[in-house]
């Protein structure tokens, strides 16, 4: 990759595409590629949070340059990006929601890279390189797939933790039992948490989840209102399989990470779905210092949780 030098050395020319996220869980692991980034940087968003998103970057005393594209024909979008010569790309979104395959598809940039916020293939042509890890996409499958695959160490995602306070004084039995009484959760029994989006729900898991609560009576399920029009119909698939519906808790999602952080640290273990394994959620489990049940399977999405145990298995700190 040709690097630029001047005055004050070298750098490379680096451009994030991502859509507003807002506090969701992607976002906090982009914070940590621009945390620990020695390049010059631009986003550009979509949404109307501009000046949130560039306050939270001057908090860690990052300079960021945001461009609002929202309003803009994709044409106008890839002219913009076009014209700053870039040396590389990164598609933040992939296929999710407030993707910009449009832009991308114009190739803006000579290198265009997948990264993080879609956990599995593109399988088009606009982009070039992918990045996964070992576990995630085993190397002996890469051929089946047009993107060509950069293998980072140890684990795919990085992510930004060192604002999260210190969980080890709310983990006494005194601190548990305050926070169980602060979150409206029961302060006695084993608390099984699902902290992620309902639709990573299967029938044959809410099956699995019913056969533990019978083995387990004093046990109770906690789940995020993600989306909140949910929260009744779970309570009535597993009503219909026998579980009392007070046995099934919800909480909303929380806005402020610390204390999103805080709240799952009372988990007593965090069931994993094998349709959609946690990601972003399972660093927050890790960090939260909660053990996490996964079953790897073997699509890409079915692999993210086994990655993050077998890097953790090996010492290293995601």
Not at 289 to 298: H, K
Request: with cysteine; charged share 25%; aromatic share 10%.
């Amino acid at each position: 990759m040709q690097k630029r030098c001047g005055m004050k050395g070298c750098e490379v020319i680096l451009i994030n595409l991502s859509s507003t996220r807002g506090n969701q869980t992607h976002a906090f692991e982009e914070l940590g590629i621009k945390q620990e980034s020695m390049l010059d940087e631009s986003d550009y968003r979509k949404g109307r949070d501009v000046f949130n998103v560039k306050k939270s970057y001057r908090n860690r005393n990052r300079e960021l340059r945001v461009i609002n594209l929202e309003l803009m024909y994709p044409d106008k979008k890839a002219e913009i990006i076009n014209a700053l010569d870039l040396d590389l790309l990164i598609d933040l979104m992939g296929y999710t929601q407030g993707a910009e395959a449009s832009i991308l598809a114009r190739r803006p940039a000579v290198i265009q890279v997948n990264y993080l916020g879609f956990p599995s293939q593109i399988s088009n042509s606009y982009i070039d390189f992918n990045q996964e890890d070992s576990i995630v996409s085993p190397p002996q499958f890469s051929h089946y797939y047009p993107d060509k695959l950069v293998y980072l160490p140890y684990y795919y995602a990085c992510n930004h933790y060192n604002k999260v306070p210190d969980l080890h004084p709310y983990q006494s039995d005194s601190a548990t039992l305050y926070l169980r009484n602060t979150f409206k959760v029961p302060q006695e029994g084993t608390l099984y948490c699902f902290p992620n989006q309902l639709y990573k729900i299967s029938s044959d898991l809410l099956d699995t989840w019913a056969n533990i609560l019978h083995r387990h009576p004093s046990s109770y399920l906690w789940l995020l209102r993600h989306p909140l029009e949910g929260e009744e119909s779970i309570k009535l698939e597993l009503m219909a399989r026998g579980v009392h519906k007070d046995r099934v808790l919800f909480s909303d999602f929380e806005d402020n990470k610390a204390l999103y952080m805080v709240r799952t640290s009372i988990c007593d273990l965090i069931l994993d779905s094998p349709v959609w394994s946690a990601g972003a959620t399972g660093l927050d489990a890790y960090w939260s210092g909660v053990p996490v049940v996964n079953l790897p399977g073997d699509r890409t999405v079915e692999r993210l949780g086994i990655s993050l145990m077998v890097a953790k298995r090996s010492g290293i700190h995601a």
